[in-house]
């Protein structure tokens, strides 16, 4: 994140325009105000006093945050900066109570636990309408939030797995942690099988959530804090793109994106060339007649095709692509298809699809129309917000796509388990 003021930032911005067809709601919408370079323009009047950040909040709201204009522009402007200094200024002078209510509920997980519970009694399976028409002025599009039923994970026995090579935290989060608690198993179980021992560490909330929406000392804030607690000063391995994203902005140096940290610690190798005893060998366990960790088996895979959607604070905001697209080329039996506009946002953007659900929507039956278009059996992503909105199309069109984290697709490889 940079420490430079707003009016300093926006002045970066040529209006070269190189911005514009990167922009998912200028490309939905073709409003001047709904692309980065009005909304920077925007921002730069109500700084210069010359607009009230009040009048402004509209055109800054409808902005989903994901910073592909960041990967599109010559000139090197950190939109994401300039946007989250600009929603702070507009918190403050219009504050969102309701959007403050959300956010103190969905990043702590105890809270966002009972809240499931209760929504359970709402009738229909959208997100309670008053709660969307507090938060939005429009019906909801997102369904309640639901946790991903656990999965029957197969022993893994210590005796056939590599030396302890280093020690590793893995950030447990709020929305990751209770949704998708399979993620962070398949995580914790290839990290292991790399010789890497995750150490029992309850760090919960990143604050990106926050920063993203007008709280951006709050967010820092509990980065910094998250960061003093950390153990040893290990590698933080992080498998949410937003969380990951946010936590490298704020200067928690050792954080590592999941598959970014596999590639730096030769998982490919580990595939091409396992040592021996390794669990990457063929039945090269030490110890156990039918060990659980084999090597990825193309066996009753034949004509399984997965797409790999770029989640956006993973391509744009870390700059992480080929690592995901390299570690799935690299399982025998699949075959990574090309899906266009993948590193478009699928409109989940954090709390995006709650406070816009009707853009949110739009960005979602594009995306989903692609993810279809390219004929895969599995999308696979980084990131919690678009596993549950991506998931949510899949439901609703009744698909046979199954939507799996990239670390669910791994370790099921590894497991000889369906994915």
């Not at 966002?112 to 939005?136: D, E, F, N, Y």
């Not at 960061?227 to 200067?251: E, Q, R, Y």
């Amino acid at each position: 994140m940079s420490k430079e003021s707003l009016s300093n930032l926006t002045t970066k911005c040529i209006r070269c325009g190189f911005c514009l067809e990167s922009c998912p709601t200028f490309v939905l919408s073709g409003k001047e105000t709904e692309s980065p370079r009005g909304r920077i323009y925007l921002a730069r009047t109500a700084e210069a006093d010359q607009m009230a950040w009040r009048e402004v909040a509209d055109s800054l709201d409808s902005c989903l945050g994901c910073r592909a204009c960041e990967t599109a522009c010559p000139s090197g402007v950190e939109y994401g900066s300039i946007l989250e200094l600009a929603r702070q200024e507009i918190a403050q002078e219009k504050p969102n109570r309701w959007q403050k209510i959300l956010l103190g509920v969905i990043t702590k997980p105890k809270k966002l636990r009972a809240q499931m519970a209760l929504l359970k009694w709402t009738p229909g399976k959208r997100v309670p309408r008053i709660l969307s028409k507090l938060l939005s002025g429009q019906n909801p599009e997102a369904d309640r939030p639901k946790p991903e039923p656990l999965f029957d994970w197969p022993e893994l026995v210590e005796a056939d797995l590599p030396p302890i090579r280093n020690e590793v935290c893995l950030l447990e989060g709020c929305a990751m942690r209770v949704l998708f608690p399979n993620v962070h198993i398949a995580t914790k179980r290839i990290l292991r099988r790399m010789g890497f021992r995750v150490l029992a560490w309850e760090g919960e909330c990143c604050g990106a959530l926050h920063a993203h929406n007008g709280l951006l000392e709050e967010g820092r804030a509990i980065a910094a804090k998250l960061s003093t607690s950390l153990p040893k000063g290990d590698p933080l391995i992080v498998n949410s793109a937003g969380c990951g994203s946010h936590l490298k902005d704020s200067g928690v140096w050792q954080t590592k994106d999941f598959s970014e940290f596999l590639i730096e610690n030769g998982f490919l190798d580990a595939i091409q060339n396992p040592p021996s005893p390794y669990p990457f060998l063929p039945g090269g366990g030490r110890g156990s007649a039918n060990p659980p960790s084999p090597t990825p088996s193309s066996q009753g895979r034949k004509g399984l095709r997965i797409a790999y959607h770029d989640a956006c604070h993973l391509a744009h905001g870390q700059g992480i692509r080929n690592q995901p697209r390299k570690l799935l080329e690299s399982l025998p039996g699949f075959e990574l298809v090309p899906l266009n506009e993948a590193d478009m946002c699928c409109g989940s953007a954090g709390i995006y699809n709650l406070t816009q659900p009707k853009i949110a929507r739009e960005l979602l039956e594009r995306k989903w129309a692609n993810i279809e278009a390219t004929g895969c059996n599995v999308v696979a992503l980084a990131n919690p917000g678009c596993h549950a909105w991506i998931a949510q199309a899949a439901r609703e069109k009744q698909s046979h796509i199954r939507v799996r984290h990239i670390a669910e697709v791994l370790e099921c490889a590894f497991s000889g388990m369906e994915l």
